[in-house]
């Protein structure tokens, strides 16, 4: 059973950089064809999708971010993991990682204020 859970903190200033890691158990984030994202919502928004990286490790972000968004990935812990930097509050959001459209996390708030 492929699962995955967000981490990372709750709480983040202004202008700082978010940082938030996926766990995926159940199936090598490694093994094709699948592909690993981070989408948000934010209140009262819809969900938006922030970047992917692929089995191979290739990287795509949406350009909706300007460059804020950065996608990358720690094979040794079957990990992938996202910053976001230059946070302001439009950013408080529920973050989720997601396999494909399918397989979901939880999802993780983070709030951003000073």
């Known amino acids: 059973q492929v699962q995955l859970q967000e981490s990372g903190p709750g709480l983040v200033k202004p202008s700082q950089t978010l940082s938030l890691t996926c766990t995926v158990s159940?199936?090598?984030?490694?093994?094709?064809?699948?592909?690993w994202s981070w989408m948000r919502q934010a209140p009262g928004k819809g969900l938006e999708w922030m970047g992917v990286?692929?089995?191979?490790?290739?990287?795509y972000d949406s350009p909706s971010f300007k460059g804020r968004a950065s996608i990358s990935r720690d094979t040794s812990k079957n990990q992938f993991t996202l910053q976001l930097s230059s946070v302001t509050p439009e950013d408080t959001a529920v973050y989720y990682c997601?396999?494909?459209?399918?397989?979901w996390g939880q999802g993780t708030l983070v709030t951003v204020s000073s």
């Open positions: 990286i692929d089995y191979r490790g290739t990287t």
């Open positions: 159940g199936v090598l984030i490694t093994a094709s064809p699948y592909y």
């Open positions: 997601v396999r494909g459209l399918a397989v």
